[in-house]
């Protein structure tokens, strides 16, 4: 069965500096794989996709990420950190050969950008 | 700009109480994901609709909750009776024919 992990439930990063949050994933056949944030009493926020091609993917708000077949992961990226990136990431994966649009996603990693 | 919109934002109810959310799907997504979220468990699939029909409902206790799309518009979650163990909030979530899904402010349940 397709998964993700996300190794670290938080990551503390100050504000100007540059952030990683990690994911790695288990899929059979070509991964889908997602980005997703989520702010305070709100719903998840799409941030950017990797489906194919290119292994750096950028997305919303300066964010970007990198995708790694031989290590099999998907880490997220942004080159200077703001306080107000401050949220809930969740990296998800839909394995292609499922034929469904479901995914799964990781347990979340909490970034807290200090000022 | 158009939202998946969920009602009621929040719900407080007693055990034993039928509790009912709905979304209302962005116009022309055919997918239309339900979720369940909360601390211990984290982010829980519970059911899945592609065109109005059910395609996945195994994250769902079948005894006490049931999902339906009435129509286009409209998806609707029911749990009933309701528990003390079903707290968490409920996200709706759709989708147009890829794989990106947009994801409604959710339902915050808490059964007392």
């Known amino acids: 069965a397709q998964s993700v992990a996300q190794p670290e439930d938080q990551v503390n990063v100050a504000e100007g500096n540059p952030l990683t949050v990690k994911c790695t994933y288990s899929?059979?056949?070509?991964?889908?794989l997602f980005w997703y944030v989520q702010y305070p009493n709100r719903g998840l926020q799409f941030l950017l996709k990797?489906?194919?091609?290119?292994?750096l993917v950028k997305g919303s708000y300066g964010f970007e990420a990198e995708f790694n077949k031989s290590q099999t992961s998907f880490h997220l990226k942004k080159p200077s950190a703001l306080v107000s990136d401050s949220a809930l990431y969740f990296c998800?994966?839909?394995?292609?050969?499922?034929?469904?649009?479901?995914?799964?996603f990781g347990t979340g990693t909490r970034l807290l950008v200090s000022p | 700009d158009a939202r998946v919109t969920q009602t009621p934002r929040h719900k407080v109810t007693e055990m034993g109480q039928e509790v009912t959310m709905r979304c209302q799907p962005i116009?022309?997504?055919?997918?239309v994901f339900w979720y369940r979220q909360t601390m211990m468990q984290g982010l829980e699939l519970l059911a899945y609709?592609?065109?109005?029909?059910?395609?996945?409902d195994s994250g769902m206790p079948k005894d006490r909750f049931s999902a339906e799309m009435p129509d286009a518009t409209l998806a609707t979650l029911k749990i009933q009776p309701s528990e003390p163990r079903d707290s968490a909030v409920y996200f709706c979530?759709?989708?147009?024919?890829?794989?990106?899904?947009?994801f409604g402010p959710g339902t915050r349940l808490t059964v007392l």
């Open positions: 998800a994966v839909r394995d292609v050969n499922t034929g469904f649009q479901k995914l799964v």
């Open positions: 979530a759709s989708g147009p024919k890829s794989d990106t899904q947009y």
């Open positions: 116009l022309g997504h055919n997918t």
């Open positions: 609709f592609r065109n109005r029909a059910p395609l996945d």
């Open positions: 990797y489906i194919t091609g290119d292994n």
């Open positions: 899929v059979s056949g070509n991964p889908y």
